[in-house]
């Protein structure tokens, strides 16, 4: 039983990562339909934001909130130059462009600061453990679970109280409609980045915080975890995107758990598995949006 309870709080800790991922690509996907493949780069430049306020001398305190702020404009600067241009075109210019912003960041990283895997200086207390009778809980996954969740509380207050927020809901339903009541396209498109960039700032300190490492291609297995996720959970889904992070998290830490050691390499293939047979069941995802099939931005 504890063994059992170990491992539910490590996959509740894993599955809020990619539940915070793959909200931040629901997010632009409900209002424009687009799938952003630069999600995860925007985690690396946490990564590395973190990397060098450490070798700067700042405190983890004090470089994680420096580093997510960062990871917001940079997802601004993202959607002004690279996305607001291309906004009208197909969905697959949309796809192709995230794709050339991920490559051209990934080979910036490579190029200008390095392709190897850097360090990251993080306090001790994030190496230290709490003991529960059998059980071990890093201080790292306390603090990934409580902050995942206060993220989650606070961004359903803000898409549910605020103007903008409201706004946004309203994008995700019928864009053509929310403009013609009012919505201003580039103030709710531009908040949308910076939300999915704040998302993916806090992803990415988690992240780090767990390996003490960032390198050019960190973001890109996280990101397209949180892809399959966002999927399983309903594309284009708010709620479905959470529900999916923490059923891929679930997923895939149990089975490193229970399967026997001789079916361990096929790991990953038997988590898609079980992904595709829920998608057999529920076809539009476990919470499916509400406007599958819509035409967006």
Known sequence: ???????TINAVSLGGTYALLALGLAIIFSIMGMINFAHGELMTITGYTLMYCGIAGFPFIIAAPIAITIAILAALIMERV???????????TMLVTSFAVAVILQTLFQNLIS?????????????????????????????????????????????????????????????????????????????????????AGVAGVLWVAQRASVDPLMG?????????????????SLTGAVAGGFALGFIEIYLAA??????????EALALGIVIFLLLLRPHGLVP?????????
């Open 1 to 7: 039983m504890e063994i059992f309870i170990q491992q």
């Open 82 to 92: 690279a996305f607001r241009p291309v906004r009208n075109s197909s969905g697959a």
């Open 115 to 199: 392709p190897r895997s850097q360090a990251v200086i993080l306090p001790d207390m994030l190496a230290q453990s709490i003991h529960f009778g059998g059980l071990s809980i890093g201080i790292n996954q306390i603090l990934s679970i409580s902050i995942t969740l206060t993220i989650l509380v606070i961004l359903n207050w803000f898409l549910r109280k605020t103007i903008l927020g409201m706004a946004m809901r309203a994008a995700a339903e019928d864009f053509s409609v929310a403009r013609l009541m009012g919505a201003r396209a580039n103030a709710v498109i531009a908040g949308a980045f910076a939300i999915s960039g704040a998302l």
């Open 220 to 236: 890109f297995i996280p990101v397209l975890k949180a892809f399959i996720a966002a999927i399983l959970g309903g594309l284009g």
């Open 258 to 267: 229970y399967l026997p050691d001789h079916i361990q390499p096929y790991r």
């Open 289 to 297: 949006a509400f406007n599958v099939g819509r035409e967006k931005v």
